[in-house]
C-alpha cells in the first residue's frame, strides 16, 4: 500500500468513528504525515488535526470535549494516531 492510500484510509476511519460518536454538524481532518516524516516516535502512525462541529459539545469545557473524542478515537490512538490536534466547537460558537 503506498503512503498516499495509508493516509487516506486513515483519514477515512477516523471520519467514519466521529460521524458516528459525535454526529458532527461540521469535520475536516488534514493529514499532516508527511510534514513528519522520520519524526521519531511515530512508528508508522499518522499526524491529524481535526476540526469537529457539533452539538453534543454545547455546554461542555474543551476538556471535556476533547475527552469525548479521545474516547471516541481510542481504538485508533493505538494503531493509526500518533499526534492529534483537535478543534471542538458547538454550532454556536462558530460563524
Known amino acids: 500500500m503506498t503512503r498516499a492510500a495509508a493516509s487516506g484510509d486513515r483519514v477515512e476511519r477516523i471520519r467514519t468513528v466521529v460521524q458516528d460518536a459525535l454526529r458532527p454538524v ?5 493529514d499532516d504525515s508527511a510534514s513528519h516524516v522520520g519524526h521519531a516516535g ?6 491529524f488535526k481535526v476540526l469537529i462541529v457539533s452539538e453534543l459539545f454545547s455546554g ?10 479521545h474516547a471516541a478515537l481510542a481504538s485508533l490512538l493505538e494503531t493509526d494516531i500518533h499526534a492529534l490536534v483537535l478543534s471542538t466547537k458547538a454550532p454556536e ?3
Open 93 to 95: 460558537e462558530v460563524s
Open 42 to 47: 511515530g512508528g508508522g502512525k499518522g499526524h
Open 26 to 30: 461540521r469535520l475536516e481532518i488534514r
Open 60 to 69: 461542555k469545557s474543551r476538556l471535556q470535549r476533547h475527552r469525548m473524542v
